[in-house]
């Protein structure tokens, strides 16, 4: 095997078996960045030394039969929002000089304690909330680098789709990684509320943040993810299968049809497979994502009110108006979404009682050229089907279903909270019945 990346199994394998190491994974994965970069805008910092020494400490340990489990000497990419001890955190803005940082976030720590190599820090909208910064820029699309990757993870999910690197971490407040992991078409899953601890990890807003795993298949996310949960999500392959369609989640607008076309003949095969497909619906979702916007709003200004005053120049102009306007949310608007999302998370969960996941597709559309403002709206926004998940802390998973003029399209798996191991186990299946729909 050569040090072209595989999937995660296969990479653990050569190295078990000394056809590969851990060192010539990562020279693989900066050459592939050199090559890319910085057309790709994709990382922040590669990390390059410390990734090498990493790697070769990962190595001398297998050959003296200290293995750490999957895990060990793969390289994983994070997100530059999350502190890694010894690197420059950005948070991809210009407000302040990226800082040194002096400890991992617990998530990191837990990546290494599992044998993982962090290679990179990788780009994302500034401090996550929907916008690049100019002098950075957004991160382009591995299959058409005139248009975005998606945000604000973009930077994870596009080092994972140019085979970079097989995992990444992004963070998650209203599709963030499952926005981006369907137009790159990869997987991209948000874990349930609280699941994940998010101690190191610069907030957008505390009520709705999450971080969680992308990866080229449901099978090294689930990897990736015990280790970032702390938890075994291994789980039997399910008995019953029965997906609740969830209709009002459909593109609305002619231009945009193929995707939903291209979705509905991913449930046909599903159908075809076994699952059992009929749709249902929730009229409390219509409310979902104005709700979420009026608690990210006056969250995320409160978490900038010092940096807003010491450099609100430093800030796309973008960003800043989004964190003004937050200032303009009535506390009565906060308190009343705060408790509408308490009913729609009971109202949500109510529905596992008779399908085993929601879905719908991931984004109304394939990758755009710029990434789209945040707005909150129910006609064919990015975060249609995506944000009510980030305000129920239902676990949510994009998967790759086929693509639409030559672009990904993914498909959204809502599964019932705390049930990530189960929503896995789903979507696993559901991939094996898609395979070579991606092609």
């Not at 994940?196 to 907030?203: I, N, S």
């Amino acid at each position: 095997m050569s040090a072209e990346l595989r999937d995660v199994p296969a990479l653990g394998a050569a190295f078990r078996a000394g056809t590969l190491t851990p060192r010539e994974v990562v020279e693989a994965a900066l050459a592939r960045i050199a090559e890319t970069e910085p057309i790709l805008n994709a990382f922040a910092d590669p990390m390059a030394e410390s990734a090498r020494a990493e790697a070769d400490l990962a190595g001398e340990a297998l050959r003296a039969g200290l293995d750490l489990g999957p895990l060990h000497g793969i390289p994983v990419a994070i997100k530059d929002l999350i502190e890694v001890a010894g690197a420059p955190t950005g948070w991809g803005t210009k407000v302040e000089s990226p800082r040194v940082a002096t400890t991992d976030a617990p998530l990191v720590a837990r990546l290494r304690a599992a044998g993982a190599v962090i290679l990179g820090k990788t780009n994302c909208l500034e401090y996550a909330y929907g916008v690049p910064h100019p002098e950075i820029g957004q991160t382009n699309n591995p299959h058409d680098l005139s248009r975005t990757a998606g945000g604000s993870s973009g930077g994870s999910a596009a080092a994972v789709a140019a085979g970079i690197v097989p995992l990444s971490v992004g963070t998650d407040t209203g599709g963030s990684i499952r926005i981006p992991a369907a137009y790159c078409g990869i997987v991209g899953l948000k874990p349930s509320y609280g699941l994940v601890p998010l101690d190191g990890v610069f907030p957008l807003s505390w009520s709705l943040d999450h971080a969680g795993p992308l990866a080229r298949s449901v099978g090294d996310a689930r990897l990736l993810f015990s280790a970032m949960s702390g938890r075994d999500m291994a789980a039997p392959t399910p008995g019953r299968m029965r997906l609740g369609v969830l209709r009002r989640h459909w593109p609305r607008e002619d231009v945009n049809r193929e995707v939903g076309a291209r979705v509905d003949q991913a449930l046909e095969q599903l159908g075809a497979a076994g699952f059992e497909v009929r749709e249902i619906d929730l009229p409390g979702l219509g409310a979902a994502n104005a709700t979420l916007v009026d608690i990210l709003k006056p969250e995320a200004s409160v978490i900038h009110r010092d940096l807003l005053a010491r450099n609100a120049a430093g800030y796309a102009p973008g960003t800043r108006a989004q964190i003004e306007a937050g200032f303009e949310v009535p506390a009565t608007a906060y308190v009343e979404a705060m408790r509408l999302r308490a009913r729609l998370r009971a109202e949500v969960e109510a529905m596992f009682a008779e399908v085993d996941a929601l879905v719908s597709p991931a984004v109304p559309f394939v990758a755009p050229h710029e990434d789209p403002p945040i707005s909150g709206e129910n006609h064919d926004d990015e975060m249609l089907a995506s944000g009510f998940a980030n305000l129920t802390g239902h676990p949510a998973l994009s998967l790759p279903c086929g693509q639409v003029g030559g672009l990904p399209v993914g498909l959204q798996l809502v599964g019932s909270f705390g049930g990530d191991a189960r929503l896995l186990a789903l979507a696993e299946v559901c991939e094996g019945a898609l395979s070579g729909q991606n092609e």
